[in-house]
């Protein structure tokens, strides 16, 4: 009889002990599907950042393509600009010979002028 109790009393902790490992168990299964649902929206927003980082990227190589362009022509027109400021120079260094040159025959023609009438 004695041993029938003890066993019933074995029995009777390992199905309390069987319960809780039962309920903590369950317990961990929710936490852990908790944990896979988490796991899911962190890769989905890992994506969408992924994505939203590759749009801006190619966003700021075509402002980089645009920028360089931009950057070609300016220089483009630079030269340009250097090219005609230079050949204005040149006509300008021309002009100024040229009227150097009609100043001396003005006074030439003044000279000469003023020799004819004495």
């Given at each position: 009889m004695d041993i029938s109790r003890k066993k019933s009393a074995e029995?009777?902790?390992?199905?309390?002990?069987?319960?809780?490992?039962?309920?903590?168990?369950?317990g961990l299964v929710l936490?852990?599907?908790?944990?896979?649902?988490?796991?899911?929206?962190?890769g989905a927003r890992q994506q969408a950042l992924e994505?939203?980082?590759?749009?801006?990227?190619?966003?700021?190589?075509?402002?980089?393509?645009?920028?360089?362009?931009?950057?070609?022509?300016?220089e483009a027109q630079t030269a340009e600009l250097q090219r005609t400021r230079t050949a204005f120079e040149q006509k300008e260094a021309e002009l100024q010979g040229k009227e150097a040159e009609l100043q001396r025959e003005k006074a030439t023609v003044a000279t000469l002028t003023g020799i004819c009438t004495l």
């Open positions: 029995m009777t902790r390992l199905y309390s002990q069987m319960r809780w490992l039962g309920q903590h168990n369950a936490q852990n599907i908790d944990a896979n649902t988490k796991v899911a929206d962190l994505e939203e980082l590759a749009r801006a990227a190619g966003e700021r190589d075509v402002q980089r393509a645009t920028a360089e362009q931009k950057a070609r022509e300016a």
